[in-house]
């Protein structure tokens, strides 16, 4: 089978897509990978040699009605044409959108050429781009059961949201924290805020360093580009143990150490968490396309698996004390992973690369989703 997987821009999309795609070239497929020119693609592929990636111009949709709509336009028109030239060369039996309007073009281009096309939704409301893909699409793939009625003219199947291969099962713990330099006698806290690090979460944690150096525990803090040495300056300062970094290429090794996680909430950070079991405390970003980090935490408070804190709320002192209450607080950490892990979607990759395989000899394999 060829296959084309389209899906950057940021982490949310970009890990999922390479999750898929490393069970389909396992399985002796060819596939072809589209991203976006953004540097969080670059950073996050350089050393995927094993794939073939081709970048698009990235898109980002205005209001309709703004005067940017014709700028839109031409960058969809620029994104497009290297996608008909690609399917013309590559001839796909199937396409993948992994989400964002790094997917419109080459689902449009599958769409102009009678090829199936699938786009996959990892949050629990759909952004603009994916409510356009999924009018153009073969079908619609979820990672929560709660989006269907977002898309209800569309054939819709939940298979959860694919986490990487190299996401397998959790190590050591000893070796995971003396890979960041840290002691294993102390509880360790992981700071996130996913592949672009989250200046929101940032900030508070900076304003919390005083407070937090009374406390035993030490953190692994990935700040994104632009924060990473304002934030070790401030947790050195207040001489709290620490490893701060802008990406992490091993976050099982992440995962693995952290004994509680503050993270934001997108799909990709929630399906690793929970494959993972960490207990954490969810602060979503407030700006994200109709809110759905907001909504994707609220699924996993309800289940017992999250705390959830909205930034405007959440001060300093208040995540303090909820980082404090968790970190000592054994018996609901275990609770609180246990619900995690009922949760997890550890076969949602095997169930996208089964569903794309059965595709090309049916094209009902949805009908009864």
Same mark, same amino acid.
């Given at each position: 089978m060829r296959a084309v997987i389209a899906g950057g821009g940021t982490g949310g999309h970009l890990f999922p897509a390479l999750a898929v795609a490393e069970v389909l070239r396992e399985r002796g497929h060819e596939i072809v990978i589209l991203i976006s020119e953004k540097e969080v693609d670059a950073l996050a592929t350089r050393d995927r040699t094993e794939f073939h990636f081709e970048k698009l111009p990235s898109v980002g949709m205005p209001r309709l009605f703004s005067p940017q709509i014709f700028g839109f336009l031409k960058r969809m028109n620029e994104s497009l044409s290297p996608c008909r030239a690609l399917f013309k060369r590559f001839q796909p039996e199937v396409v993948l959108g992994m989400g964002g309007f790094t997917s419109t073009a080459p689902i449009l281009a599958a769409r102009l050429r009678g090829v199936p096309s699938f786009v996959h939704e990892s949050n629990a409301i759909p952004g603009k781009a994916n409510r356009l893909n999924a009018r153009l699409a073969t079908g619609v793939l979820l990672g929560f059961a709660e989006c269907a009625p977002f898309f209800p003219k569309a054939k819709c199947k939940v298979t959860g949201t694919p986490i990487r291969r190299s996401l397998g099962a959790r190590l050591p713990r000893a070796d995971a924290l003396a890979a960041f330099g840290l002691s294993p006698g102390r509880k360790?806290?992981?700071?996130?805020?996913?592949?672009?690090?989250?200046?929101?979460?940032?900030?508070?944690?900076?304003?919390? @360093?005083?407070?937090?150096? #009374?406390?035993?525990?030490?953190? &692994?803090?990935?700040?994104?580009?632009q924060d990473t040495q304002l934030v070790?300056?401030?947790?050195?300062?207040?001489e709290i143990p620490c490893h701060v970094a802008a990406f992490c290429h091993r976050m099982e090794e992440a995962y693995s150490a952290a004994d509680v996680a503050v993270a934001r909430s997108g799909a990709a950070s929630l399906a690793e968490l929970s494959h993972f079991g960490v207990?954490?405390?969810?602060?979503?970003?407030?700006? @994200?396309?109709?809110?759905? #980090?907001?909504?994707?935490?609220? &699924?996993f408070e309800r289940a017992g698996a999250a705390i959830v804190g909205a930034q405007g709320e959440t001060t300093a002192e208040k995540l303090t004390a909820l980082i404090v209450a968790l970190l000592d607080d054994e018996a609901r950490r275990e609770k609180m992973a246990s619900a995690l892990r009922r949760l997890a979607s550890d076969a949602a990759t095997a169930r996208i690369a089964d569903l794309l395989e059965a595709q090309i000899a049916s094209t009902e394999v949805l009908a009864s989703a």
């Open positions: 360790t806290l992981l700071v996130m805020g996913g592949s672009q690090g989250a200046r929101g979460i940032n900030e508070l944690m900076i304003k919390a @360093a005083p407070v937090l150096r #009374q406390y035993p525990f030490q953190i &692994i803090h990935l700040a994104g580009g070790e300056t401030n947790y050195r300062r207040a207990p954490n405390i969810l602060i979503p970003y407030p700006h @994200a396309a109709e809110d759905h #980090q907001t909504l994707n935490a609220k &699924i």
